[in-house]
């Protein structure tokens, strides 16, 4: 990495540092490109050259956690884990990170259904949740457990939707639900669908 590379890299996170803490502070909607940029010590210009608009600092930090999330997901799955497991594990954790973030968790789901297509397709490859799905689901489709009609890609794209349309409707109109509980049966119904019938049965 070259010196300019990584000047530019330790920018960028301080910018995101400092909005992730007025985020928390001062809440989302109330702080300003003009306040992050105070706060990183840096001109509104620099923040904009890093973030087009606030809420992409959100799509790093979703970004981040899932990528956490996959480490520990792909350790599970090596050390031989029932895969069914591991995605009920994975809904488990989005419901935890949803329930601890339900203030920041709206402005970033809202990017998925941005209705400027730029925006929309930017906070989809920031959150490829469908993908880690797929990554999970692919064992169980090689045993025959899942069905082979269905693409891979299809399949974690739906369960990434249904945890994307639940936890925000959660976070606007439930909050005061069990959000881990509503999940759990959110998913033990897309699984109908999944699965193979022999596996519905037993």
């Known amino acids: 990495m070259s010196v300019r590379e990584y000047q530019k890299r330790r920018r960028?996170?301080?910018?995101?540092?400092?909005?992730?803490?007025?985020f928390r502070e001062r809440g989302?909607?109330?702080?300003?490109?003009t306040d992050i940029a105070k706060?990183?010590?840096?001109?509104?210009?620099t923040f904009f050259n890093y973030f087009p608009?606030?809420?992409?600092?959100?799509?790093?930090?979703?970004?981040?956690?899932?990528?956490?999330?996959r480490e520990e997901v792909r350790r599970k799955l090596a050390q031989g884990q029932d895969p069914l497991a591991?995605?009920?594990?994975?809904?488990?954790?989005?419901a935890a990170f949803t329930k601890g973030e339900k203030d920041l968790l709206l402005p970033l789901l809202y990017e998925l259904l941005n209705p400027d297509p730029i925006r929309a397709r930017a906070a989809f490859q920031a959150l490829p949740l469908g993908d880690?799905?797929?990554?999970?689901?692919?064992?169980?489709?090689?045993?025959?457990?899942?069905?082979q009609d269905l693409s891979l890609e299809r399949m974690g794209r739906t369960l990434a939707d249904l945890y994307f349309l639940a936890a925000l409707r959660w976070a606007a109109y439930t909050p005061k639900r069990d959000l881990e509980e509503e999940l759990d049966k959110f998913l033990a119904l897309a699984l109908e669908g999944v699965l193979t019938r022999?596996?519905?049965?037993?």
Do not use: C
Request: net charge positive; hydrophobic share 45%.
């Open 132 to 147: 880690l799905l797929a990554e999970v689901l692919k064992p169980l489709q090689e045993k025959g457990v899942v069905r």
């Open 53 to 69: 608009y606030k809420e992409a600092v959100l799509l790093d930090y979703g970004s981040l956690l899932l990528n956490r999330l």
């Open 39 to 45: 706060a990183a010590h840096v001109s509104r210009g």
């Open 86 to 94: 591991v995605l009920r594990y994975l809904f488990q954790e989005l």
């Open 28 to 33: 989302f909607q109330e702080t300003t490109a």
């Open 12 to 22: 960028r996170d301080r910018i995101f540092q400092a909005a992730m803490k007025l």
């Open 198 to 202: 022999e596996t519905t049965k037993a």
